[in-house]
C-alpha cells in the first residue's frame, strides 16, 4: 500500500493568510487591540500575566461600564482576565440594582441560632 502525497491548495493557502492579515488589522484598529497595544498584557486586578497562548482570556473593561465611550488614549480602558471582569460586573450589577435584578432588596437575615442550647445539651450528658 502506497500513501498518495497531497499537494497544497496555493492559492487556498495565499487566501487563508491574506484573510488572516486583514482580520488582524481590524482588530487592532478595536479599541481591544488598541487597548492591548497600550496596556501591559497584565489583569489590573489579580496581576495574573498573559502571553500569546491565553490572550483570549484577557478582556477590556471599561471603566465606567460605557461600550460607547472608547477614547484613543485607553483612559476608560483597564485589561481585566475573564474572572475579574465577570466579578467586576456582578459587583456593579449589585450596587446598581441592589442584592436582585428585580430591585426589591431581598436580604435574608438568619434567625435561627443551631448553637443557642449548646449548654445544656452538654451538660445532661454527665
Given at each position: ?62 471603566k465606567n461600564h460605557n461600550h ?29 440594582f441592589g442584592n436582585s435584578q ?10 435561627h441560632n443551631p448553637f443557642a ?10
Amino acid at each position: 500500500m502506497t500513501l498518495k502525497k497531497i499537494q497544497p491548495d496555493k492559492d487556498k493557502l495565499n487566501r487563508i493568510v491574506t484573510d488572516a492579515r486583514r482580520n488582524q488589522e481590524l482588530r487592532e484598529q478595536s479599541y481591544r487591540g488598541q487597548a492591548l497595544k497600550l496596556y501591559p498584557w497584565i489583569c489590573g486586578r489579580c496581576a495574573r500575566e498573559f502571553t500569546h497562548t491565553n490572550l483570549t482570556e484577557l478582556t477590556v473593561h471599561h471603566k465606567n461600564h460605557n461600550h460607547d465611550d472608547n477614547p484613543s488614549d485607553g483612559s476608560n480602558w483597564e485589561l481585566l482576565c475573564l474572572y475579574c471582569h465577570d466579578n467586576e460586573h456582578s459587583r456593579y450589577e449589585e450596587t446598581r440594582f441592589g442584592n436582585s435584578q428585580s430591585g426589591r432588596n431581598t436580604v435574608s437575615v438568619a434567625t435561627h441560632n443551631p448553637f443557642a442550647d449548646l449548654k445544656n445539651l452538654l451538660g445532661s450528658k454527665k
